[in-house]
């Protein structure tokens, strides 16, 4: 698998259920960052969580860090339809400055 | 809140043509980047930039690619001679520290054209 993989590819879910994407890196990294990616718009950020920080909330979001599996999930909690977005994970790589993208997940939340 | 503002929004150029894609970064931020994204495909990065000097770029930025802060509010990715494959939405972004610490900050973007 390549740095910085999403899954699923794309998420349907019913307003107010719970979102919940995964991602998976392969090299050693400084942070984890999640992006949101409204149709045809840039990238915003949501979240960043350092190597040695496990868990991180912000309002309705909530993601993780397992370094040991190299693997990160992001949970919305609640949705709404207006979370309907792409969603990407990045990573910054301890050898460089670089963010590098996963392909994202599009989730699609229904009212 | 402060963003990334980027001009134009849409760029069509022949190929073979100079393009300059601009971009007022957050004001009090030091560290500058430029991404791209090809149709149905990942971001990819391009090049980071700090103290006036460029601090990494990837492969895609050849000859071909420069950029320059021309005076203290922007910040610019020039392509010498475009290639029908350069068509892409570009991304500028932006952070306050070292990107081991601190998020960057993207623009809206200028989807490049190249016919």
């Known amino acids: 698998s390549q740095q910085g993989e999403e899954d699923p590819q794309a998420l349907s879910i019913q307003e107010g259920e719970n979102a919940t994407m995964n991602c998976s890196y392969k090299t050693s990294i400084n942070n984890l960052q999640w992006y949101r990616q409204n149709s045809g718009r840039g990238l915003v950020h949501l979240i960043l969580?350092?190597?040695?920080?496990r868990e991180k909330h912000s309002g309705r979001l909530r993601v993780t860090l397992d370094t040991s599996k190299k693997s990160s999930s992001l949970l919305i909690t609640a949705s709404r339809a207006a979370d309907t977005a792409s969603y990407f994970c990045?990573?910054?790589?301890?050898?460089?400055?670089?963010?590098?993208f996963g392909e994202g997940t599009q989730l699609t939340v229904n009212p | 809140e402060p963003e990334v503002t980027q001009t134009p929004s849409h760029q069509v150029t022949q190929m073979g043509q100079e393009v300059i894609l601009r971009c007022v970064p957050i004001s009090n931020h030091l560290y500058f980047y430029w991404y791209r994204q090809i149709l149905g495909q990942k971001v990819e990065f391009l090049v980071s930039?700090?103290?006036?000097?460029?601090?990494?770029k990837s492969e895609i930025f050849d000859d071909q690619f420069s950029v320059e802060r021309p005076d203290g509010s922007n910040f610019t990715l020039k392509i010498r001679s475009t290639k029908l494959e350069d068509s892409a939405m570009y991304f500028c972004?932006?952070?306050?520290?070292?990107?081991?610490?601190?998020?960057?900050?993207f623009g809206d973007g200028t989807r490049l054209s190249i016919l």
């Open positions: 990045a990573t910054d790589e301890t050898s460089g400055s670089r963010l590098t």
């Open positions: 930039f700090y103290n006036n000097e460029i601090s990494e």
């Open positions: 969580i350092r190597s040695n920080e």
């Open positions: 972004a932006s952070s306050l520290g070292p990107p081991q610490n601190q998020p960057q900050h």
